[in-house]
């Protein structure tokens, strides 16, 4: 029985034979409609391999059989307590592998890595609402944006 590997990424030279391009394209085709533009996902990587104070975090690759079934990106908030130390900011699982337990996993395993509180924005109508509920997250705040023109 094939089990699923969760591979710890914390700069780029633990990406091994994936590069950031990959992993980039990969988020962005799964995170589907609740995803944002590549060099979004791009930035959010870069800030969790900076090593400047209160920055930082982690990603997590999942692979199934050798292939990319899953990724995840946590960035540190540099803050506490009122404001979460953590950000999930990215989980995506690939949709033919979806239904299979990995999201949680993945899921998981970054709360286990992760120092600290933490914290994701969800949309209302995303169906992994559902998994952030079912592995402890709690809604708190609906979240608003004033954006400048």
Known sequence: MNTLEIKEI????DFGELTKQQFVDFLFEHL???GDPKHDIEKSIDYAFSTAEGKGG???AAYYDNNLVGGLVMNNTGMSGYIPENILVYVAVDSQYR???FG???I???FELAEGNIKLHVEYDNPAKRLYERVGMKTK???MRYEKK
């Open 10 to 13: 914390r700069n780029p030279e």
């Open 32 to 34: 589907d409609q609740f």
């Open 58 to 60: 982690f990603l997590l």
């Open 99 to 101: 239904g299979k337990g």
């Open 104 to 106: 949680e996993q993945i």
């Open 108 to 110: 998981k395993k970054s």
């Open 141 to 143: 705040y609906a979240e």
